[in-house]
């Protein structure tokens, strides 16, 4: 892996631990093994490395979640699917966690790739949700888009109330409530 690589990684892997105002220039280079030079050869500044793993972190993200809405099944299976996923509840949603963190959501750059993910994620469960009402699969007066930030925010609001219990156990039981709540849109 070249030192751009390590550097994007290391970002990503600090992002996620310690925010983007915890996270130093420095100890990106020392998780990188990589020095200033290498880091400023690559990068503008610690915002525009910053932004590329945050991007790349987004990416990863989409992917996960599109491995099990894009799989075949019935819009109830897949949003199932997605709301039963493995995740690491007691570190915090990769993107989401990065909502909360004031510095890097007052700069429109930094906070795009996380804007941005939601949207798409937002997007893709309101199309599965229309697509289950067109199929004759979900109830045709659930508002789709209303479905999809419930479920999206639900999601989120897991990972906050596990990593305040200390235990997973609040993050399965949000899940667990959205799927009853989904399963009661079914026809």
Not at 32 to 52: C, E, I, N, R, T
Not at 150 to 159: E, K, L, N, R
Not at 169 to 181: I, K, M, R
Request: hydrophobic letters at 45%; a neutral charge; proline letters at 5%.
């Amino acid at each position: 892996m070249n030192a751009r690589e390590r550097l994007v990684e290391s970002a990503q892997e600090l992002l996620w631990e310690r925010g983007y105002g915890g996270t130093s220039p420095k100890a990106i280079q020392e998780r990188a093994g990589a020095g200033q030079g290498s880091m400023y050869h690559h990068f503008a500044g610690k915002a525009d490395l910053a932004v590329a793993a945050l991007s790349r972190t987004a990416a990863a993200e989409r992917e996960r979640a599109e491995s099990v809405l894009g799989a075949p099944g019935t819009a109830l299976s897949r949003i199932t699917a997605y709301l039963r996923r493995e995740r690491e509840a007691l570190r915090g949603c990769p993107i989401g966690r990065h909502a909360a963190d004031p510095e890097l959501v007052a700069d429109p750059q930094l906070r795009a790739p996380v804007e941005e993910t939601f949207a798409w994620l937002r997007g893709r469960l309101a199309g599965i949700v229309a697509e289950g009402q067109r199929r004759g699969e979900l109830r045709p007066d659930a508002d789709p888009a209303a479905i999809a930030a419930a479920v999206v925010a639900t999601i989120q609001g897991g990972y906050v109330l596990a990593r305040a219990a200390g235990s997973r156990e609040p993050f399965d039981s949000a899940a667990e409530g959205a799927v009853l709540l989904v399963t009661s849109l079914s026809t």
